[in-house]
């Protein structure tokens, strides 16, 4: 290959030499940046990966061989690219970005970084660790033949989470294990069932009916039938699902009995399920053997990609339970599997009991090969997209080096062209969000919970780190007092001044001259995690100031106490967030954005889109697993951007936003599609 820099100007070929850049991610489109880079004429380049490379890579990353699997991409991938251009001053981690070593001064080292990345997390803290260094960022990711390009700087573009990014799909319980209607479901019920037979058990995956159920209605004629199911062998009232399936030694005939025949039996006493709905039909092993051909199969083409008959699912069932269990006997007593899509025999058990229960709950069956990529988020992965969104990545680099970042773009790769016969589309970039809640002067968010029944662990984890994408949090409570809630170092207790400790460390409380300051009880970060918010002085109106040193970054949390917040969901964001204010505590609270389970988009605030802007597709994941795979669709009618979301497997939810009609087939072409 023939090196480019000789055609660019001497200045820039200068400045590339000599400026450092930080590539994070080596894999699919990170393999690409890298060999464009060197190419160009970047010669001091440090690159970040966690990942160790797997024979699945082998297709799209061609910086790895098949003697490389198992070793770090990083380390592989300097070694690779260092083949085109020796002189190169390439440095490798095997490592986390979101490791505390990478901190706001590693990225004050560079002058531009890349993402390559493949999840939301990841791309978050890049995101704020950018903006606290004040360092030019380009994002960039693909989806099959879908791709995107874009720039971040501070003050002058809108950020990574600028905008709301739809989590990943959830399903109620109560579906998953009463009233399927979806492939998806049963899928998911096979990956539950996998866990609670030989992996580790969760009490959030059962999968036995649910008499919780807020449909459930019970028919007094059928107290007879209830009462013979609950007594099978079995009921998982009584004994965990594993402990059951032990105490049979994995009978896979009595699995099967259990889980296809009794469990729907018990279902169909649940009259009241099936008034709407087409009632389950219970299998029965013994009349399956008989009645049907295991050899019978549907479809043409590859194995994977045909469909089985009952009987032979019945058949794979019954095998990859065997199989299953002689590996965890050779593991020995206490050992677990844990579920993976590459692994021939779990991958055999979920799509024989996933399709069982669909033919049960009278669904379409499917393949393998279809099964397979809905259970592991699976999005197609096309090296030529990756080729092309690792160029445009140096152009955009090009351009901020040449200090022309008003003339960086966000560019849009599209699967076909466009009327105007463009695969690459440019839009401009969009100013900040004023009130974005990550890059905003001074970031605040309104939280609404219940603060009797909310852990201060739930804030840790599931508000602070998963919603508002936080490291290592501290939280001190603005009531006068500087009340430490959660701590980043374990045992900080620190307290200005004298202690008078009698007494007063017993009641979690310090003084010291006319100003007391709160000490969490157990003079301990951690012991607080099990307590509620409540428990200290926290309600309704009061404010939590949130810091994450790593990050550099301050939030205050507005808290609003609410009892009655719908089912299933712990907390709720108010107002359109994050890409609108918050809504102070005591205002009008009519638009809720609930977290995690019920996460929703609005509508870009971009209000002058070039006109070029037809047929655009945002993309925001490169691996084959992305953490969510949700996609969004904008629309250019009447001046405003317009999204639609679909689910993680690709079927269309029918939740749209600012439209009036549902869009024709043929009107795709004129989209604008953001994927995540």
Known sequence: MVQLVGSLRKELADSLSACRVLVVGAGGIGCELLKNLVLTGFKNIEVIDLDIIDVSNLNRQFLFQKKHVGKSKAQVAKESVLQFCPTANITAYHDSIMNPEYNVEFFRNFMLVMNALDNRAARNHVNRMCLAADIPLIESGTAGYLGQVTVIKKGLTECYEC??????????????????SEPIH????????????????????????????????????DTEARATASDQDGDIKRVSTKDWARSTGYDAVKLFNKLFKDDIQYL???????????????????EIQKLACPQEVTGTGLKDQQVLGVAGYSQLFSRSVETLRSMLADKGDGAELVWDKDDPPAM?????????????FSMNMKSRFDIKS????????????????????????LKILSGD?????????????????????????????????VCASKPEVTVKLNVHKTLVLA??????????????????????????LISSEEGETEVIGSRELEGEVAKGRIGFGGDQREIPAGACATANNSKFLSDFGIRHGSRLQVDDFLQDYTLLVNVIHCEDLEKDVEFEVVGDAPDKAPTPPGAQEDKNVANGNKDSAEPSTSSKAPAEQDDVLIVDSDEEEPSSSTMDVRMESGGHKRKLHDAETGEASAKRQRLDQPLAADEEDDDIIALD
């Open 186 to 221: 049963c899928i998911v019920w096979a990956k539950y069932l996998f866990n609670q037979l030989f992996g580790e058990e969760d009490a959030d995956q059962e999968v036995s009916p649910d008499t919780a159920d807020p449909e459930l209605s019970w028919n007094p004629a």
């Open 268 to 286: 169909l006493t649940m009259d009241k399920l099936w008034k709407k709905r087409k009632a389950p039909l219970p299998l029965d092993w013994l």
């Open 405 to 437: 970042v008003e003339q960086c773009r966000t560019i849009f790769l599209n699967k076909q062209p466009n009327p105007r016969k463009k695969l690459l589309v440019p839009c401009a970039l969009d100013p900040p969000s004023a009130n974005c809640y």
């Open 348 to 360: 055999d058990f979920v799509t024989a009991a996933a399709n069982l229960r669909m033919h049960i």
């Open 374 to 397: 809905m259970a592991g988020n699976i999005i197609p992965a096309i090296a030529t997209t990756n080729a092309v969104i690792a160029g445009l990545i140096v152009l955009e680099a």
């Open 163 to 180: 905008q709301p990014k739809p989590t990943q799909k959830t399903f109620p319980g109560c579906t998953i294990r009463n009233t399927p």
């Open 459 to 484: 804030l840790q984890d599931k508000i602070l780190k998963e919603k508002f994408g936080m490291v290592a949090p501290d939280v001190q409570i603005e009531d006068g007092k500087g009340t430490i």
